[in-house]
């Protein structure tokens, strides 16, 4: 059956398709993967940055489609980390001011797929799982949510037809 796979190409299509999700659900940081994912990571909180802190910039939808969504999500919860870092009484507003943030639009997201299938943790203890999740956070978080009330407006649009996001 593997040599059958290999023959039709799909071991080919899973490392072409499938090889930068396995990079950007890599968290270890002794993995060569885990620096291809901060360097990403780093340029999107770069131009994020760079837009939220222009006074000329009134508010700021984010845009993204399929892996682009992971990284859009985990560049605003890493934005609202360094901003609660820096002021913990009010995360929106730190370092960078998180309440321009009004909209974020998604188009054929793997989030809940990449979160299933390449999440891994490495403790069994429900203690360990929530102490990093609540220090990653979540949409229930700032900027999703400020106050205990939603802030940010999610459309994600997907499609029953395809794997990734369906």
């Known amino acids: 059956g593997i040599a059958l796979a290999g023959l039709l190409g799909i071991?080919?299509?899973l490392t072409n398709y499938m090889g930068d999700v396995e990079a950007w659900a890599t968290y270890k940081e002794t993995d060569a993967k885990h620096i291809a994912r901060n360097n990403v990571l780093d340029r999107s909180l770069?131009?994020?940055t760079h837009v939220l802190s222009d006074d000329t910039c009134k508010r700021?939808?984010?845009i993204a489609h399929s892996l682009g969504t992971?990284?859009?999500h985990d560049a605003l919860l890493t934005l609202s980390r360094r901003n609660r870092a820096y002021n913990p009484a009010d995360p929106m507003s730190g370092q960078v001011y998180l309440a321009k943030l009004e909209h974020l639009v998604t188009m054929?997201?793997?989030i809940d797929k990449i979160e299933y299938f390449?999440?891994?943790y490495v403790s069994n203890s429900h203690r360990y799982k929530r102490v990093v999740e609540d220090l990653r956070g979540d949409i229930g978080s700032a900027p999703f949510s400020h106050n205990h009330k939603p802030h940010m407006h999610w459309i994600n649009f997907w499609d029953e037809g395809?794997?990734?996001s369906g």
């Open 60 to 62: 700021v939808a984010v």
């Open 70 to 72: 992971c990284v859009a």
């Open 162 to 164: 395809d794997p990734i």
């Open 108 to 110: 054929g997201s793997p």
């Open 46 to 48: 770069d131009v994020l």
């Open 118 to 120: 390449f999440e891994s």
């Open 11 to 13: 071991g080919r299509f």
